[in-house]
């Protein structure tokens, strides 16, 4: 049976390490009092053979006399547990452990490199879970990098903004997938509000909200958010994604209908989910079928029935804007009640930031808003519901997310409410993102591309296979554009796509710069002439 890959590589790392070692400390072990680095004994590895029922051990590493052999007692495709060597860092008396002091610095950093993956391989795991990742997780695992669909993180070493570096490059990086829409991610005067909170009220509560976990300034932004949307009250949770987590089943009871958009955020979906409710969907803002799902809940003549629109006000994948009017006109008609996630307008659409209620300029006519702090609104986290007092009242009675979860911390609650005063007292920053969205949106269209959605930051580049959107978003990162391919199960199989985000913080060249890549990339991979 041949070695795998993996396991002849793991082999060459223990005797390189022991050849490192004798180089470098073995022979002269003595106490050391500066470095601390534990010495491998080549006289000290012993033997280990397998001791789990359905765990195959492999290469379990014995002294052959001159030097270190292999002992393959069993080979096996699936050994989790990689405790080749009994006792790996020792002296030359079992038990003992000895100190090494060498004047080769740079073998010993070496030997730290080495190191790390044989101390992370003594992770035990039990039979059953190991069955588990061969079974079932690693060829779940497998499908996904095969597909195409798999969702590499690039980390990013500076804050977020327009221009960012990412770790293991020293080039500046012009980044257009943020939800940063206004720029104030890395805002002083926000960074100045955390950090007089964090002074002031600490860095957390450490308790839900009921027991002892609101202070002063969660009441007041509370308060700024119900006037901001002229509402009666709001409550915060820790997201936006709990706060829709916890609607749903709060309202709504068995013989209630909720009538869904087919496109609606997967944090509706799955706040649905949680309720109880008949469920009923509607093509994506198609109010003729939205109209006979309206009829179909009408027919149950029950007079405590509540019937419930749900609808993103921006979708965030297609950046397209929920006909709000239209869905009134036929919630009015029907009896039914509104509710419309704003995540991806409030701060920044409508003339004063106020979403997209205010952008067909109907403030106040929706029944019940969730949105977020984690996007415009400073990006760092939190979300909310706001609406009628006596709602807020039961979810903070009732909803599970709010009941159950830490309060928001103090300088998160802080750099909102100061996120909230920027937009109050700039009235051009909304204008702002929106006629960087226009000029983005007519150049690219102008060069052949197909872009998804209205006049909205939100602008999907579609190229329909998965692997072309990677292979696109990486062609972008070597000329200096971050941004990253969509792909299932984010968006629909065959609906893969690059999802540009325009901010307030790009400038007219940046703008240029980034349709000028999208230009070179899409001639190179044929997607436009």
């Known amino acids: 049976m041949q070695m795998t890959s993996s396991k002849a590589y793991f082999v060459l790392q223990v005797l390189f390490l022991t050849y490192l070692l004798h180089m470098s400390c073995a022979l002269e072990c003595k106490t050391c009092q500066k470095d601390n680095l534990d010495c491998l004994s080549s006289e000290n590895i012993a033997t280990r053979h397998c001791e789990n029922d359905n765990d195959l051990c492999f290469s379990w590493f014995d002294r052959t006399g001159s030097g270190i052999g292999v002992q393959r007692d069993c080979i096996s495709t699936n050994a989790a547990d990689y405790k080749m060597i009994k006792r790996l860092i020792g002296g030359r008396d079992s038990g003992c452990v000895k100190r090494c002091k060498s004047k080769r610095k740079k073998n010993m950093s070496i030997i730290r490199f080495w190191l790390r993956p044989l101390q992370q391989s003594s992770i035990r795991r039990s039979s059953t879970l190991n069955q588990v990742i061969d079974k079932r997780l690693n060829p779940e695992l497998d499908s996904i990098r095969q597909a195409g669909t798999w969702k590499a993180e690039r980390i990013i070493s500076t804050s977020q903004s327009a221009h960012i570096k990412v770790e293991r490059?020293?080039?500046?990086?012009?980044?257009?997938?943020?939800?940063?829409?206004?720029?104030?991610?890395?805002?002083?005067?926000?960074?100045?509000?955390?950090?007089?909170?964090?002074?002031?009220?600490?860095?957390?509560?450490?308790?839900?909200?009921?027991?002892?976990?609101?202070?002063?300034?969660?009441?007041?932004?509370?308060?700024?958010?119900?006037?901001?949307?002229?509402?009666?009250?709001?409550?915060?949770?820790?997201?936006?994604?709990?706060?829709?987590?916890?609607?749903?089943?709060?309202?709504?009871?068995e013989?209630?209908?909720?009538?869904?958009?087919?496109?609606?955020?997967?944090?509706?979906?799955?706040?649905?989910?949680?309720?109880?409710?008949?469920?009923?969907?509607?093509?994506?803002?198609?109010?003729?079928?939205?109209?006979?799902?309206?009829?179909?809940?009408?027919?149950?003549?029950?007079?405590?029935?509540?019937?419930?629109?749900?609808?993103?006000?921006?979708?965030?994948?297609?950046?397209?804007?929920?006909?709000?009017?239209?869905?009134?006109?036929?919630?009015?008609?029907?009896?039914?009640?509104?509710?419309?996630?704003?995540?991806?307008?409030?701060?920044?659409?409508?003339?004063?930031?106020?979403?997209?209620?205010?952008?067909?300029?109907?403030?106040?006519?929706?029944?019940?808003?969730?949105?977020?702090?984690?996007?415009?609104?400073?990006?760092?986290?939190?979300?909310?519901?706001?609406?009628?007092?006596?709602?807020?009242?039961?979810l903070r009675q009732r909803s599970r997310p709010y009941l159950f979860s830490n309060t928001l911390p103090p300088p998160i609650v802080a750099s909102a409410m100061k996120a909230i005063d920027l937009i109050e007292n700039d009235s051009s920053l909304p204008g702002r993102v929106l006629e960087n969205a226009k000029y983005f949106r007519t150049e690219m269209q102008a060069l052949g591309f197909k872009i998804l959605g209205d006049n909205h930051p939100i602008c999907p580049v579609m190229l329909g296979d998965a692997r072309l959107a990677s292979q696109f978003a990486d062609e972008m990162l070597k000329r200096g554009i971050y941004v990253i391919g969509f792909s299932y199960p984010v968006v629909p199989k065959d609906r893969a796509r690059i999802r540009v985000q325009v901010s307030a913080a790009h400038s007219k060249a940046d703008l240029k710069r980034c349709i000028d890549a999208f230009a070179q990339v899409g001639r190179q991979l044929k997607v436009i002439k």
């Not at 939800?179 to 839900?208: Q, T």
């Not at 119900?226 to 309202?251: M, P, V, W």
Request: aromatic letters at 8%; a negative charge.
């Open 169 to 253: 490059s020293t080039n500046d990086l012009l980044n257009f997938c943020a939800n940063n829409y206004l720029g104030l991610a890395n805002n002083s005067e926000i960074i100045k509000a955390a950090k007089n909170a964090l002074d002031e009220y600490g860095a957390g509560l450490s308790s839900v909200r009921f027991i002892c976990g609101t202070q002063t300034i969660h009441k007041q932004l509370e308060q700024r958010i119900a006037k901001f949307h002229q509402r009666e009250d709001a409550i915060l949770y820790i997201s936006c994604f709990d706060a829709n987590a916890g609607i749903f089943e709060t309202l709504l009871k």
């Open 255 to 394: 013989q209630d209908y909720i009538i869904s958009d087919e496109l609606n955020h997967a944090s509706i979906i799955d706040g649905i989910r949680l309720s109880r409710a008949k469920r009923l969907r509607y093509k994506h803002k198609d109010m003729s079928d939205l109209e006979l799902k309206l009829k179909e809940s009408f027919n149950d003549k029950n007079e405590n029935i509540i019937r419930l629109i749900a609808t993103d006000g921006v979708f965030s994948m297609d950046g397209t804007i929920a006909p709000l009017p239209d869905i009134r006109r036929l919630a009015d008609k029907y009896k039914a009640l509104i509710f419309v996630d704003e995540c991806h307008a409030t701060g920044f659409f409508g003339p004063t930031g106020r979403g997209t209620e205010e952008h067909f300029g109907m403030i106040g006519t929706i029944d019940i808003i969730n949105s977020t702090l984690g996007k415009a609104l400073g990006g760092a986290a939190g979300g909310y519901t706001t609406g009628p007092k006596a709602l807020i009242d039961l």
